[in-house]
Nanobody, 129 residues
């Protein structure tokens, strides 16, 4: 069982930065694939970024590549999402997710919400223009 708690959301002006954190419980955190997803009002949840258990591979949605960076610290059982050059369209609730490694046979699985087993409660990010 893994519990996830996000933090770091808030209100920021366009062009600004935020760093989201996701603290995990559970002894097997270091073996899990981790992802960030977001959901804006009236829209479906969408993939943002993901990272392999070792941190050696990262994956990004095209809309955030070059602006967002995902990283993890397995010793601290925490995954981060550094968000730079924020835009109003980045406004959403951001969710952290964890997935058992045996599900991620190929890169495509990282992009799919159904691959993940555990989800946090979300943190609101609001970007003003």
């Amino acid at each position: 069982q893994v519990q996830l708690v996000e933090s770091g959301g808030g209100l920021v002006q366009a062009g600004g930065s935020l760093r989201l954190s996701c603290a995990a419980s559970g002894r097997t955190f270091s073996s899990y694939a981790m992802g960030w997803f977001r959901q804006a009002p009236g829209k479906e949840r969408e993939f943002v970024a993901a990272i392999r258990w070792s941190g050696g591979n990262t994956y990004y949605a095209g809309s955030v590549r070059g602006r967002f960076t995902i990283s993890r610290d397995n010793a601290k059982k925490t995954v981060y999402l550094q968000m730079n050059s924020l835009k109003p369209e980045d406004t959403a609730v951001y969710y952290c997710a964890a997935g058992s490694p045996q599900k991620f046979y190929s890169a495509s699985y990282y992009y799919t919400g159904g691959s993940y087993d555990y989800w946090g409660q979300g943190t609101q990010v609001t970007v003003s223009s």
